[in-house]
């Protein structure tokens, strides 16, 4: 792949106020998910908005909001040079015939094949948002060490330009990539941001059961299989406690919870398995507690965020994003990563004292309220996008 720099743009370019941005991400449910609140930030700001991601229903969303969608075709288990070669340049192509101002890539892939894309389209401003480290950062066996630190060398070498902008949801994940507190051209912000006129908190089914509910994809690195394990523990242990799962497999991701596994934990007492929800909000008025077991990789999940907004106590882990987000004791307990005994031990004592569990949601929501609300990341994103209009 020719890695030769662009030329530098011409005194009439750099005259001209940026105003359009293009998203790179790689499917376009994930964006709708996720980000609608940076792209309704950028429209109002009077930018053009185009999303270049794997077209889907969920365009619509998107497109509702002024935006544009641009399909992007890819198979998200294709991997390898050919793969990023062939990627990288139908996404230059792509960034040619739009001409952003701004390129914004998501997640860690989009990182990657957007940031050589718009080296080869010769697009300075870049916004690098890091979402947590997924699979990579679940684990720390050798060969995920050196693949992170290829990572972190690549991002912060040839993918980086003198006008790129770091947007992370944790301190980790600065930390993995180098940027010391304070640096200028790193923003943290509350992860996706949430909307919390739409929960109910005052909506609070009486206890017992202990009603635990983990709103995630179906992953071994969500710790599911952990959760259901405490589920067991508890359980075993006298304690009235239920848990409920929402979510799918995902068979495009290795790490995906097999058939087989959720064959055999469709018989654990206590365990229901709903699926996949579009109705969030209404998985809260009938829980009483939020899970969110996961080994690692997380930026700070919109799970955490939302059960925090409907005022329910958080059950999480010790890792980069739950960690920073979920205060010990205060708004629910946080335990080491993979440790289904202490999980357990989690909501025995839960599930012992619930009015100690609704006191712990009223604080989690206080904490949404103080700056990881909708409102607030799309304060933060269009800040950023000015600033690195005026870079």
């Not at 001209?16 to 293009?22: E, F, I, M, N, S």
């Not at 055999?264 to 829980?287: F, K, N, Q, Y």
């Amino acid at each position: 792949m020719d890695m030769t720099p662009p030329p530098q743009p011409t005194p009439q370019n750099r005259a001209r106020t940026p105003r359009k941005l293009a998203f790179v991400a790689t499917e376009d449910w994930f964006f709708a998910s996720h980000f609608l609140p940076m792209a309704r930030a950028a429209v109002a700001d009077g930018f053009e908005v185009v999303v270049i991601a794997r077209r889907s229903a969920a365009a619509a969303a998107i497109e509702a909001l002024g935006a544009r969608v641009v399909d992007l075709p890819a198979e998200r288990r294709a991997v390898g040079p050919l793969a990023l070669g062939s990627a990288v340049r139908r996404l230059a192509a792509i960034l040619r015939a739009e001409q952003p101002d701004i390129v914004h890539c998501i997640a860690i892939k989009s990182i990657v094949t957007g940031g050589l894309a718009a080296r080869l389209a010769g697009i300075e401003r870049r916004i690098f948002a890091l979402t947590g480290l997924g699979f990579l950062g679940a684990a720390n066996d050798p060969a995920r060490r050196a693949a992170r630190g290829v990572l972190r060398r690549l991002v912060r070498g040839p993918l980086e330009s003198r006008a790129t902008r770091y947007l992370l949801e944790n301190p980790d994940d600065a930390a993995f990539l180098g940027l010391a507190a304070g640096d200028p051209r790193t923003v943290l912000v509350g992860g996706a941001g949430v909307d919390p006129a739409l929960f109910d908190p005052e909506a609070w089914l009486e206890a017992p059961p202990l009603r635990v509910a983990i709103v995630s994809r179906l992953l071994w690195t969500k710790g599911i299989d952990v959760a259901v394990e405490a589920l067991r523990i508890a359980r075993g242990r006298g304690a009235a406690v239920t848990l409920s799962l929402f979510g799918e497999a995902d068979p495009a991701n290795p790490k995906s919870v097999s058939a087989q596994a959720l064959a055999e934990w469709r018989e654990v007492e206590g365990l229901t398995i709903h699926g996949r929800t579009s109705d969030v909000p209404a998985v809260w008025r009938e829980h009483h507690v939020c899970c969110l077991p996961s080994r690692g990789g997380e930026g700070l999940p919109r799970s955490l965020l939302e059960g925090a907004a409907a005022g329910r106590a958080m059950l999480t882990t010790a890792v980069p994003g739950c960690g920073a987000f979920v205060r010990d004791g205060l708004d629910g307990f946080v335990v080491p990563p993979g440790d289904a005994q202490a999980l357990a031990e989690a909501m025995i004592r839960l599930a012992a004292d619930p009015a100690r569990a609704r006191a712990m949601g009223a604080s989690a929501r206080a904490r949404v309220l103080a700056g990881y609300t909708e409102a607030d990341v799309g304060r933060a994103y269009a800040a950023l996008l000015r600033d690195l209009a005026a870079a």
